[in-house]
């Protein structure tokens, strides 16, 4: 998990699908099964890294719900957070350094979440915030900047949003 999210490690991915009983085209099945359970209407996936395709898509309010669902994961929820760690195998002869990719982990109150790059796609963010006992889930897709953007709207929603 470590290097699938942190990194976007696409060889982890393919890893874990592969090891799905069915192999990779059972484990996008699964997906597309889990996005239908979740009600992600505006979710297709093609393959399990996320590569662009024209039947792998999603929506911000789909990507927003998938947000919610992983942050109620204590162990993604974890993951997404860590800013940098160690892996190693099992033998502990071969160790890796992975770093997350969120350059915002580490601003107030950012719990982490997924960054994603496709050449199609362009820079996108999907990010957990929480200040004063309130969260939120920004999702910033086609940027240029996903960073600053991302910021930007954390800061204009807790300067904002009026939490009555």
């Avoid at 099945?29 to 039947?55: C, E, I, V, W, Y």
């Avoid at 993951?79 to 982990?105: F, G, M, P, R, Y």
């Amino acid at each position: 998990l470590y290097g699938l999210m942190l990194n976007s490690g696409n060889d982890a991915a393919y890893t874990i699908a592969l090891n799905y009983p069915g192999g990779v085209t059972a484990f996008v099945q699964a997906m597309n099964q889990k996005a239908q359970a979740l009600g992600l209407t505006n979710t297709h996936f093609d393959n399990p890294a996320g590569f662009d395709s024209p039947r792998h898509y999603s929506s911000a309010s789909d990507l927003s719900r998938m947000a919610i669902v992983a942050a109620g994961n204590s162990q993604l929820a974890r993951v997404v957070s860590t800013k940098e760690t160690e892996v190693a195998s099992l033998d502990k002869t071969i160790i890796h350094n992975l770093k997350n990719l969120n350059q915002l982990l580490g601003f107030p109150g950012v719990m982490g979440m997924k960054t994603g790059y496709t050449p199609a796609a362009k820079e996108n963010l999907v990010g957990l915030v929480e200040r004063e006992g309130h969260k939120i889930i920004t999702v910033v897709l086609g940027s240029d900047d996903r960073f600053g953007e991302s910021k930007t709207l954390i800061d204009w929603t807790f300067q904002n949003y009026n939490w009555d």
